[in-house]
């Protein structure tokens, strides 16, 4: 486990390019040193937005892109053809910038393939194996969940499946799949983004550990939480005079 390093960014523009620029370069960094990088992705606006600025950014310099291994921590159990499923926002934002194949891409199961999340769930931890991410990338909610992991849900002390079934979200659909914390806290890093005010309180409690699912986040390596000015508005400011 390790403490949340805060960064903050003056605008939700600044803050998106400035993520962009940090995985390129945490990539980069990581590819010297191994094969290859897994990602975990999550779905939600501000993540859609880092990875048109990443796949746009990647693309100017030396980042082998065919040495990422995409995963994703959570996804609406909808059909392949459906827009709302986040694999399918993310990679039509990265696959078009970058040269990423399917062999690359690990999407969570959809209806087609599957017959319920429950199912779909077993099918993706088969394929995940023991697979850590190297870096998990959580977009956080307003209610401070991130992934699918929804506040007192019982499904926060699962710690033996590394991903569950979801069939009642708060949010439609209704019905989803998601890596559990055991999953996303044996990332080497896991990296939260959060931008507006909708998130101020969920950041706050996220940051100063009260109970949503956000402050039960924490990379092996390091945890980093990328933030706007407006999501930080309930966080402390010191100002420092020189
Ligand atoms: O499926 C969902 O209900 C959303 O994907 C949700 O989990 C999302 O990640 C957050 O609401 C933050 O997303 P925004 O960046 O769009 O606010």
């Not at 019982?154 to 998601?178: M, W």
């Amino acid at each position: 486990m390790t403490h949340p390093r805060v960064h903050r960014y003056s605008d939700e523009q600044t803050l998106t390019s400035s993520v962009a620029a940090n995985l390129v370069k945490r990539i980069i960094e990581l590819l010297a040193t191994k094969e290859k990088v897994h990602l975990g992705l999550s779905g939600g606006d501000s993540a859609n937005q880092v990875y048109k600025a990443f796949g746009k950014l990647a693309k100017t310099t030396n980042l082998d892109a065919r040495r990422l291994e995409l995963w994703w921590t959570c996804e609406r159990y909808v059909p392949s053809s459906d827009h709302r499923r986040n694999s399918t926002q993310a990679l039509s934002l990265l696959a078009g910038a970058l040269p990423i194949v399917p062999s690359q891409t690990h999407a969570m199961p959809a209806p087609t393939s599957t017959a319920d999340p429950q199912q779909g769930a077993l099918a993706y931890a088969e394929e995940l194996g023991q697979q850590k991410f190297d870096i998990c990338l959580l977009n956080l909610a307003p209610d401070g969940h991130v992934a699918d992991l929804y506040p007192d849900d019982p499904a926060l002390s699962e710690d033996n499946a590394r991903v569950i079934g979801v069939l009642e979200a708060p949010n439609d659909p209704k019905e989803r799949i998601t890596c559990t914390l055991k999953t996303i806290n044996e990332s080497s890093e896991v990296w939260v983004l959060a931008s507006g005010y909708s998130k101020a309180e969920a950041v706050e409690e996220g940051i100063t550990g009260k109970h949503v699912p956000a402050s039960m986040v924490s990379g092996q390596d390091a945890t980093h939480w990328f933030i706007d000015q407006r999501a930080a508005s309930r966080l402390p400011y010191h100002e420092c005079k020189l």
